[in-house]
């Protein structure tokens, strides 16, 4: 591809390696991107040279993709590399957020989530994975809980596994093909799994008919606005990235990523993250963006037993409840922020109950101070087939908060394939509409790719990344029938396989939300800073 001026954009991606946890395997490509493996290796030593790739290309659909080039695109600059512990703490997040760590062959076809699904209809959700362990470098769980969903042992070898790995189950379905799950009724999201499941959520350990929780807490009211918003995950990584975007777009709101829900329920930083930048901040108000703060416990991936065991202590009777939502209100109060977005990724099914009432305490209480409740939610188009999705009720989130997040990428995972198919975000958009109000209802989008090799390494790959490996290796992008480009090369007798998103794929995605239910609230960039910068100009004609 010719050089276009994107240039520095790409020169920031490139020296921001992603790395991933430490037990696994760092192998250098041309290009600057990282692969990971599960098993320990010795990383490769970096070339001197990139070495000529014979490019082999496979044909999805003749239609061959392009950026789209535009007067007005946001440049990128001066932006510093993550030190190498941080950039692998990174690449953990984006290759373990909305994704589970269950067994897609564990899974019954009729009650699939299918964010990070491996590619087949049986969902696995921002991440099921070859490549790392979740979160700190630590290894993810090996032992399972009676009567949750099952774990993957990521401390195990998962190259060659016995049994059919993740993503290579019999009767697998190709990706973009439509997820195999019994039709669903509306408003139904509270029914149990008619599949003889065993993942029925319990009663709550604390009577939820405590006078101190809403019974039957009144709707929040969306704000009016004009057309589908535009938002955006702002982490703590893309700092300087985002906010020379903040400064040149125009944002409705930016959910600061940086805070992790404490086991005590206070509110503090994730590793390696820090206060927000008082530039950011300054922007927002300056522009009139919402700040939402993002708390989350997707650090609990490094022992999901031990931060589902802390999310439940905090949650299981209304006396916790009200305790909690005290100290996120405090919170929100001091930082002077709109609202908080709850991001609770690793949570039990059977806290179902539990969650729901939580959210509604405390939407009620922040309410009564003009701040908003977001809930970032697992997709889903049916009741929920491993503990994620099944610990959120959408009816009664949707009806308690402001806005649903529902995270719909990372659908392929374990093999090449699609982060969002058409047809699979069509489903998740029919089974909203059946849940929640429409204005209520907010689709985060993939602004990243990722990369595979033919030995079983993968690693997220942003579009100035694909577009730096595209012009090192000479490799033809096309497009598949979901409008999102992909590349394949061979460099050293591996092959490379990449999926990544631009402005044509998200325009894509937009329309078919659109098809689906034009009234939604808005769309949310996961994450900033790392899209095709022409995106911009297309939201603006897309979105009002």
Known sequence: ???????????????????????????????????????????????????????????????SASSNDVADVTEVTDIKPLPKKESQYVENILTHHNVPQVNPSEINNSGASHSGSSANGNAVSHHTDNSTSPATGNTAPTTPKTGDSQHVNQSAPTTKPASPAPGKEQNQQQPGDKPVEKPQQPGTDNQQPSNGSTQTPPANDGDTSNPSEPSNPAPSKPEQTDGIETTAWFPFWSTNSGNQILSSQSLDSINLFMYELQANGDVGYMQYAKAPDPNTLALAR?????????????????????????????????????????????????????????????????????????????AQKMH??????????????????????????????????????????????NSPGPGAPLDWISDIVKYANTQVPSEKIYFGLPSYGYLWTSDGKRSSLSYSQAQNLIKTNHAKVVRDKNGEPTFTYTSNGVKYTGYYQDAISWQRKIETIKQGNPHIGGITEWYIGAEDPATWNMLKTELK
């Open 1 to 63: 591809m010719e050089k276009t001026k994107f240039s520095r954009l790409e020169a920031f991606w490139q020296k921001k390696a992603m790395l991933v946890n430490a037990t696994a395997a760092l192998v250098l490509v041309s290009g600057g991107v990282l692969l990971t493996s599960g098993c320990s290796q010795e990383a490769a030593a970096p070339e001197a040279k990139a070495p000529t790739a014979h490019v082999q290309h496979e044909t999805i659909q003749d239609d």
């Open 286 to 362: 300056k522009k009139g963006t919402k700040i939402y703060a993002t708390v989350a416990n997707t650090d609990g991936w490094s022992d999901v037993n031990k931060a589902e065991d802390e999310l439940h202590n905090l949650i299981n009777t209304p006396e916790k409840r009200s305790q909690l939502a005290d100290k996120l209100l405090a919170f929100t109060l001091k930082n002077n922020y709109d609202g908080i977005d709850l991001d609770l990724e690793v949570i039990r099914g059977s806290d179902r109950d539990n969650f729901s009432a939580f959210v509604e305490v405390l």
């Open 368 to 413: 009564q101070k003009n701040k908003k409740v977001l809930v970032s939610v697992y997709p889903k188009t049916s009741y929920g087939g491993w503990d994620g999705p099944i610990s959120q009720d959408w009816q009664r989130l949707g009806k308690a908060a402001d806005e649903l997040v529902i995270m719909t990428y990372n659908y392929s995972m």
